[in-house]
C-alpha cells in the first residue's frame, strides 16, 4: 500500500525480503540487522531488533503499525493495523520485544519509506577507542543524525579487513563508519561537518567513499563481522546498551575483565544509539572456557547497568540473562512485569522458563504467589 506507505507480511519473511519486494518501487523497510538475510520479521517483534541504520530511522518498534497475534487460548487479535496510532492502550507496544510470551505473531503490518537519494558512508580510524568513542558523542551533540554511526576495534577491524578486503586501516585502535544520505550537495556538506567535529579527536585515516561499490565494501566489511570472527575463534556476543557518553568508561571497564579473565574481546556495535555487540572469544575445547566466557559476559551487562544502561539493546533476555534481571530491577518491578505476563498466559505455556528469574504462579485477581527453589 504505497499511498499510506505500509506492507503487510507473513511473520515468517525474512528482514532483507521486505525491502526486497519494494525495493523497485522506490521504498525499504528501515530497521536492519546484521542478520538481515536470515532473521524473520517475527523474530525482529519478538526482540524488537534494530539494526546499523536505527540511529536515524528507529527500532522495530518505530516501523510496527500493526501485528495479527494467535493467544493461548486460540484466538486471534488485531493489534494496531494501518493507521498512524491506534487508539487505547499501547498493546502493540508491549508485544514488540516480548519474546513470545504474551502469543505467536503470525502477520505484521510495517512502515515503509522512501529511499533517499543517495547515501554514502566515511570511515574515521583513531589511536585510541576512547577518542573513537568521544567523538561519536561529539558527532551526536552537533545536531547531525546520521544514518548510521558504527564502531569497530583494533581485534574487529583485523578480522573484518582479512575476510571483506574492505580497505581498514589495520594500524588503528578504533574505527567508525559514519553514513549520511540526501542529495549530493547535503552529503557532501554533511560529511564535511563530519570531518571538522571529528578533528579535534585526531583522526590518523579519514576515507570517504566515492563509489557504490567502495560503499558496499565498506558495509560488507561490517555487515560480515560476526561471520569472519566466526571463522577463527568461538564467540559469545553480548547486547547491552548504554548511554552514549559512557562509551569511553565501558571500553576502558571491558579492556579490565578482558585481562582478569584472560580471553579477548572484539567489539563491534551500533555506536550512535549506544548498543554495544562485544564478542568475547574463547575455545569451546578446553574446559572451562565457556564457563569463563559467559562469567565475563554477565560481568560486561552488569557494567552497563550500573552505568545507567540496560542488558539488552536486541537480543533479548530468554535464558542467558534471566538471572542477571535482578541487577536491574527490583523484586516488586519483577512482580508488576510478571502479572501481566499472567493476563496473557496464565499457565506459562509460550516460552517458559524464559526472561524471569523465579518461577511464579498466576492466581485469581491477578495476585501472585512466589514459590521459590521449584
Same mark, same amino acid.
Given at each position: 500500500? &504505497?499511498?499510506?506507505?505500509?506492507? +503487510?507480511?507473513?511473520?515468517?519473511? @525474512?528482514?532483507?525480503?521486505?525491502?526486497? !519486494?519494494?525495493?523497485?518501487?522506490?521504498?525499504?523497510? =528501515?530497521?536492519?540487522?546484521?542478520?538481515?538475510?536470515?532473521?524473520?520479521?517475527?523474530?525482529?517483534?519478538?526482540?524488537?531488533?534494530?539494526?546499523?541504520?536505527?540511529?536515524?530511522? #528507529?527500532?522495530?518498534?518505530?516501523?510496527?503499525?500493526?501485528?495479527?497475534?494467535?493467544?493461548?487460548?486460540?484466538?486471534?487479535?488485531?493489534?494496531?493495523?494501518? =493507521?498512524?496510532?491506534?487508539?487505547?492502550? %499501547?498493546?502493540?507496544?508491549?508485544?514488540?520485544?516480548?519474546?513470545?510470551?504474551?502469543? /505467536?505473531?503470525?502477520?505484521?503490518? &510495517?512502515?515503509?519509506?522512501? $529511499?533517499? *537519494?543517495?547515501?554514502?558512508?566515511?570511515? &574515521? $580510524?583513531?589511536? @585510541?577507542?576512547?577518542? $573513537?568513542?568521544?567523538?561519536?558523542?561529539?558527532? /551526536? =551533540?552537533?545536531?547531525?543524525?546520521?544514518?548510521?554511526? *558504527?564502531?569497530?576495534?583494533?581485534?574487529?577491524?583485523?578480522?573484518?579487513?582479512?575476510?571483506?578486503?574492505?580497505?581498514?586501516?589495520?594500524?588503528?585502535?578504533?574505527?567508525?563508519?559514519?553514513?549520511?544520505?540526501?542529495?549530493?550537495?547535503? /552529503?557532501?556538506?554533511?560529511?564535511? +561537518?563530519?570531518?571538522? /567535529?571529528?578533528?579535534?579527536? *585526531?583522526?590518523?585515516?579519514?576515507?570517504?567513499?566515492?563509489?557504490?561499490?567502495?560503499?558496499?565494501?565498506?558495509?560488507?566489511?561490517?555487515?560480515? $563481522?560476526?561471520?569472519?570472527?566466526?571463522?577463527?575463534?568461538?564467540?559469545?556476543?553480548?547486547? #547491552?546498551?548504554?548511554?552514549?557518553?559512557?562509551?569511553?568508561?565501558?571500553? =576502558?571497564?571491558?579492556?579490565?575483565?578482558?585481562?582478569?579473565?584472560?580471553?579477548?574481546?572484539?567489539?563491534?556495535?551500533?555506536?550512535?544509539?549506544?548498543?554495544?555487540?562485544?564478542?568475547?572469544?574463547? %575455545?569451546?575445547?578446553?574446559?572451562?572456557?565457556?564457563?569463563?566466557?559467559?562469567?565475563?559476559?554477565?560481568?560486561? &551487562?552488569?557494567?552497563?547497568? *550500573?552505568?545507567?544502561?540496560?542488558?539488552?539493546?536486541?537480543?533479548?533476555?530468554?535464558?542467558?540473562? +534471566?538471572?542477571?534481571?535482578?541487577?536491574?530491577?527490583?523484586?516488586?518491578?519483577?512482580?508488576?512485569?510478571?502479572?501481566?505476563?499472567? !493476563?496473557?498466559?496464565?499457565?506459562?505455556?509460550?516460552?517458559?522458563?524464559?526472561?524471569?528469574?523465579?518461577? +511464579?504462579?498466576?492466581?485469581?485477581?491477578?495476585?501472585?504467589?512466589?514459590?521459590?527453589?521449584?
Amino acid at each position: 500500500d &504505497l499511498d499510506n506507505r505500509l506492507i +503487510r507480511v507473513e511473520a515468517g519473511m @525474512t528482514n532483507i525480503a521486505v525491502t526486497e !519486494a519494494v525495493r523497485s518501487m522506490g521504498y525499504f523497510y =528501515a530497521p536492519d540487522p546484521s542478520s538481515q538475510l536470515a532473521c524473520t520479521i517475527a523474530g525482529n517483534i519478538a526482540m524488537n531488533s534494530g539494526g546499523a541504520h536505527c540511529l536515524r530511522y #528507529g527500532v522495530t518498534l518505530n516501523n510496527v503499525l500493526g501485528v495479527r497475534m494467535v493467544r493461548i487460548d486460540g484466538e486471534i487479535v488485531d493489534i494496531g493495523g494501518a =493507521a498512524a496510532d491506534a487508539p487505547g492502550y %499501547d498493546l502493540l507496544g508491549l508485544m514488540i520485544g516480548s519474546e513470545g510470551q504474551f502469543g /505467536i505473531v503470525t502477520e505484521a503490518t &510495517l512502515r515503509i519509506l522512501p $529511499a533517499a *537519494e543517495d547515501a554514502r558512508p566515511m570511515m &574515521l $580510524a583513531f589511536a @585510541t577507542s576512547a577518542a $573513537a568513542a568521544a567523538c561519536v558523542g561529539a558527532i /551526536i =551533540a552537533s545536531g547531525i543524525v546520521p544514518v548510521a554511526v *558504527e564502531f569497530m576495534d583494533k581485534p574487529a577491524i583485523a578480522v573484518c579487513e582479512d575476510f571483506a578486503r574492505a580497505g581498514y586501516p589495520r594500524d588503528a585502535e578504533a574505527l567508525l563508519i559514519v553514513e549520511v544520505e540526501g542529495s549530493e550537495d547535503e /552529503i557532501s556538506a554533511l560529511l564535511e +561537518r563530519v570531518r571538522e /567535529i571529528a578533528a579535534p579527536f *585526531e583522526p590518523t585515516t579519514v576515507i570517504v567513499s566515492e563509489t557504490a561499490e567502495q560503499s558496499a565494501r565498506i558495509w560488507r566489511g561490517r555487515k560480515s $563481522a560476526f561471520g569472519a570472527i566466526g571463522r577463527i575463534s568461538d564467540y559469545y556476543c553480548m547486547d #547491552g546498551t548504554i548511554p552514549r557518553k559512557e562509551l569511553p568508561r565501558v571500553l =576502558a571497564g571491558m579492556r579490565e575483565l578482558s585481562e582478569k579473565y584472560g580471553l579477548r574481546v572484539a567489539n563491534v556495535f551500533h555506536a550512535g544509539d549506544g548498543n554495544l555487540h562485544p564478542l568475547i572469544l574463547y %575455545d569451546a575445547n578446553k574446559p572451562g572456557e565457556l564457563e569463563k566466557a559467559e562469567e565475563f559476559g554477565a560481568d560486561i &551487562l552488569r557494567l552497563c547497568v *550500573e552505568v545507567g544502561g540496560v542488558l539488552t539493546g536486541e537480543h533479548g533476555v530468554g535464558v542467558e540473562k +534471566r538471572d542477571l534481571m535482578p541487577s536491574m530491577f527490583t523484586e516488586a518491578d519483577l512482580d508488576q512485569q510478571m502479572r501481566v505476563k499472567c !493476563a496473557f498466559d496464565p499457565n506459562h505455556l509460550l516460552n517458559p522458563g524464559k526472561v524471569f528469574p523465579q518461577l +511464579r504462579r498466576c492466581v485469581e485477581l491477578g495476585r501472585m504467589h512466589i514459590h521459590r527453589g521449584q
